[in-house]
């Protein structure tokens, strides 16, 4: 088993994942929805980057551009800098074993007709990772490393829990030994008991494989407890990149800000305000003009609402997008 890597030896990590400019534009009707409009980051090799903001700021669709799951409109992914996303299908499937999912529905995302142990070996057969003589047993291996007893590997996803099938999730992603897994919200349909397991779970992986996670949630809670690094969206953009306990103790953003004050306090002792924003978020088909949070700021001013602020060095390994951060 590999040691735990602490924060200040990530820094030193090479980068694993380097995307610059990333775009993904839908159409709907006449008009374009910019889901994803020019987002910049790197992941280093073995660390968790957090990717948090509201529902539909375009936080799922970044996690599966970077595993061309879906085809970006612009920009650049470089995975073990190697660019991704202008090679062709054939010699993806080259990296789709280096580079996995684990989807927030675990009952959605596995097939109702395959048995568990048929889901986990599934992988193992399309990229030959394994003889088939040895499938049987390397799939009772990944069983139990992720906790599930040997004895569920001949019964169907609807006979088991929701935290026993997401482990079922984990086992398949780890079957083909990826270096790099998008987890997106792994944990937001589970019971608050269960969250902990499965989360307690993929931190162990991570150390004793030398994983590199996105992990992908509404929960800043969640992201915090295993996170090295967050970043903040917006309508489709990065409003705020720091270390976890850095964005907790100084937010810079004012949508960061309000997003932390709406976590629930366990004490009535230290009670955090509470910043209610105004309005709802704007469509992603018309967004508004120069930083789009101006419109729900409580700190926006005329300038605010024609300059696009740039992504810019706040402290040491923390940038934000904001004129008056």
Known sequence: MTQAISVNEKTKQKELLKVENL?????????????????????????????????????????????????????????????????????????????????????????????????????????????????FGRVLELMERVGLDPKWVNRYPHELDGGRRQRVGIAKALSVNPRYIVCDEPVSALDVSIQAQVLNLMKDLQEELGLTYLFISHDLSVVKHISDRIIVMYLGTIVEVSGSDELFLNPKHPYTQALLSAIPQPTLEKKTEKIILKGDVPSPKNPPSGCRFHTRCPFATDLCKVEVPELRSVGDEHEAACHYA
């Not at 202008?86 to 097939?111: C, G, V």
Request: one cysteine or more.
């Open 23 to 135: 775009t993904k534009h839908f159409a709907s009707g006449n008009q374009l929805v910019k889901a994803v409009d020019g987002v910049s980051f790197t992941i280093r090799e073995g660390e968790t980057l957090g990717l948090v903001g509201e529902s539909g700021c375009g936080k799922s669709t970044t996690g599966r551009l970077t595993l061309r799951l879906i085809e970006p409109t612009s920009g650049s992914v470089e995975f073990d800098e190697k660019e991704i996303t202008t090679i062709s299908r054939r010699k993806m499937k080259q990296h789709q074993k280096d580079m996995q999912i684990i989807f927030q529905d675990p009952f959605a995302s596995l097939d109702p007709r395959k048995t568990i142990g048929e889901t986990i070996a599934r992988p193992l057969a399309i990229h030959k990772i394994v003889p088939p003589k040895e499938r």
